[in-house]
């Protein structure tokens, strides 16, 4: 595939990446997409609010083309984790309409740039010399791995599960063989540190 054959095709991916991210908050009450669910404090606004940060400075500032509205997150006085969790006075449609502004703006940086067009990413403190095919790759990557966490983070809240809302990508079932599947796996966990235990064998140091 060339080169910009290949761009259309991650451009598609890291697309479908993150409206699968936005949808996770679709239905859920304030607090509800606020509420730090695991003992990090991870909670679904703050990750779409880290996400939208992140990217504008890799498919932005990387490549010359700083989006103005984000660059303070990236100065030395920002406090820690502040770009994970959103304020009380910081809405749920400033923080999505930030995350569009970013794909409208790194939109432009793929459409208008060759996939071996060389940036610098100013936070790298070795190699920081990268193409934009290397970026536009750690960006998906970045993009799905914290769409798996809100995928998550939405299970545990109201039971909702799946990857987009026309298409889940789940296993067909309902709620019983879902239940009965869930106690299989329990079981098997169980079974398998069981076995451990009476062969003599404990926990890997």
Same mark, same amino acid.
């Not at 923080?95 to 793929?110: A, K, P």
């Not at 100013?122 to 960006?139: A, C, G, H, K």
């Not at 599960?161 to 329990?186: H, I, L, N, T, Y």
């Given at each position: 595939?060339?080169?910009? $054959?290949?761009?259309?095709?991650?451009?598609?991916?890291?697309?479908?990446?993150? %409206?699968?991210?936005?949808?996770?908050?679709? $239905?859920?009450?304030?607090? %509800? +997409?606020?509420? #730090?669910?695991? #003992?990090?404090?991870?909670?679904?606004?703050? +990750?779409?609010?880290?996400?939208? +940060?992140?990217?504008? $400075?890799?498919?932005?500032?990387?490549?010359?083309? #700083?989006?103005?509205?984000?660059?303070h997150w990236w100065g030395d006085d920002v406090e820690v984790n502040a770009d994970m969790w959103a304020t009380a006075d910081e809405t749920r449609e400033e923080i999505i309409g930030l995350y569009r502004r970013v794909w409208s703006h790194s939109d432009v940086t793929l459409e208008t740039l060759g996939m071996e067009t060389v940036g610098h990413v100013p936070w790298w403190d070795d190699s920081n010399q990268v193409t934009l095919e290397r970026i536009l790759v750690y960006v998906i990557a970045e993009t799905n791995r914290h769409a798996g966490h809100a995928d998550i983070l939405r299970e545990l809240i109201d039971g909702s599960v799946g990857w987009r809302k026309d298409d889940d990508s789940m296993a067909p079932g309902d709620q019983a063989w879902w239940e009965s599947f869930r106690a299989r796996v329990e079981q098997a966990a169980r079974d398998a540190e069981k076995s451990k235990t009476t062969s003599g064998g404990g926990a890997e140091r």
């Amino acid at each position: 595939m060339s080169g910009e $054959g290949l761009k259309v095709e991650l451009h598609r991916d890291l697309q479908e990446a993150r %409206d699968a991210l936005v949808w996770k908050l679709d $239905g859920l009450s304030e607090y %509800d +997409i606020r509420r #730090p669910m695991v #003992p990090s404090g991870t909670n679904l606004l703050g +990750i779409v609010k880290h996400v939208a +940060i992140v990217e504008a $400075g890799y498919l932005g500032w990387t490549f010359g083309r #700083p989006l103005e509205e984000v660059q303070h997150w990236w100065g030395d006085d920002v406090e820690v984790n502040a770009d994970m969790w959103a304020t009380a006075d910081e809405t749920r449609e400033e923080i999505i309409g930030l995350y569009r502004r970013v794909w409208s703006h790194s939109d432009v940086t793929l459409e208008t740039l060759g996939m071996e067009t060389v940036g610098h990413v100013p936070w790298w403190d070795d190699s920081n010399q990268v193409t934009l095919e290397r970026i536009l790759v750690y960006v998906i990557a970045e993009t799905n791995r914290h769409a798996g966490h809100a995928d998550i983070l939405r299970e545990l809240i109201d039971g909702s599960v799946g990857w987009r809302k026309d298409d889940d990508s789940m296993a067909p079932g309902d709620q019983a063989w879902w239940e009965s599947f869930r106690a299989r796996v329990e079981q098997a966990a169980r079974d398998a540190e069981k076995s451990k235990t009476t062969s003599g064998g404990g926990a890997e140091r």
